[in-house]
């Protein structure tokens, strides 16, 4: 659609910083980059109306990992580099707490708890996270209480991890780790919050508008983003589009994977709190109404096509899969009232990735399934590293 008068030369001006994506990296980017120049044009393009990444779809864990997927992480990534990612984790909330207040994303330091499943000692994984959980401690520990100690409850020396024989006793679990440090917010409060703050910051948004394409402008001014509605133009911009990035920048190794939710009505609720299963790739919590919000099944191995395009059939076999595993773990449900997909942004370990690719043209993506925890972090490192360099 060609633009107007109006739009050229006030609504859809150039800008100084424009963001693609509006998730929490996004929102985060855009909101710590304004504070830095109150006075630049900021603007968010985003292709949803509300967003259709993981950001209003997740399942409002606000956690560092389970004992599972921290030995496999320890394992392939090696300490240094597996420390780093739990120190981003707790950092980013920490980040997201300062930026919008506990209250306003609805955060409860609930504790959590990892469910190892029931198929016995002979099961290696299981005793390897046991035999495991003192290193574990050991390493993370120091980590988690030095960045959460003034936001979080716990005392500085309340283990990371600790057994739990009487909730696992209750699921008929062979062992329950409890996550001291976890807690559960409010997803819709938390994106309700970010909305409010790019409003009161004058940050200018841009909903139900794709950028198809980028192009470096010829006298060095900046970027033309290809959209839709016309192309627009910003000095430096910033890629937030996680799982769905290389559409914009072919290059990065990132791709989108699905997850499914459903929320579930036990015959009996479980005690409130947010559960992993299966190294996370299970995960349950407790409803503010009394429900459970039970997702995961990555492991099913399930393809389905991107939104808006559908596949029932691989659909219905994935809740299927997940309807199953939920009576595994709560009993018996009388109902399921929910049901949708979120995308995850992934890779091939689960380090987020920030850059830069050219003069002016930033990136922040891969948040894997922890980005409500690192998120709003890697959108003021971007910020950050973009006004420090001038870039
Ligand atoms: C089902 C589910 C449950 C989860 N549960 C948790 C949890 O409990 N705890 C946790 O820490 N993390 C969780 N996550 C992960 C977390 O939600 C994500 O890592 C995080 O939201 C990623 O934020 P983001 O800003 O990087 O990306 P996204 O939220 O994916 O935002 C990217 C945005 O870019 C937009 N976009 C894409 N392409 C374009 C384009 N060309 N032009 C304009 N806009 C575009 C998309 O519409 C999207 O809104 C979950 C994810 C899912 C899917």
Redesign the pocket.
Known sequence: MPIGYWESEHLLAPADFTV???????MSAALHFKAAHPKARVRL????VL?????T?????A?FGGAGEWLDDLEALGAERWLALIQMRAEGLRALIELLGTSALGLEWCGGWELLAARGAEDQKVQRVLDALPELNRLAQPVLSSVLRDVHPASADTPALSLAPQRAHEFGAHAAVHLCWEGMLHTGKMVSAFHKALGAANIQCLNG????ALTAREDHAGWTLDTQRGPLISQKVAI?????AR??LPGLEVKPAP?R?LVVTPKTMPPAGAYHIEDGYL?FRTLPGGQILF?GGRQYGIDLPHYPALDAEATALWDQKLTADAEQWLGPIDAITHRWT????VGPDREPIIGSTAPGLHHA?R???????I?CGMGKALADAIIAHNA
Do not use: H, Q, S
């Open positions: 693609i994506g509006g998730g929490i990296v996004g393009v985003e292709r949803d967003g259709e990444g993981g950001t779809r997740n399942a409002g864990f956690c508008c794709t950028v198809d937030c589009t996680n799982g769905f559409a914009i997850n939710v995960y997702g979120g995308w995850l942004g993506v948040m894997g399934g922890m980005g409500v925890a998120g």
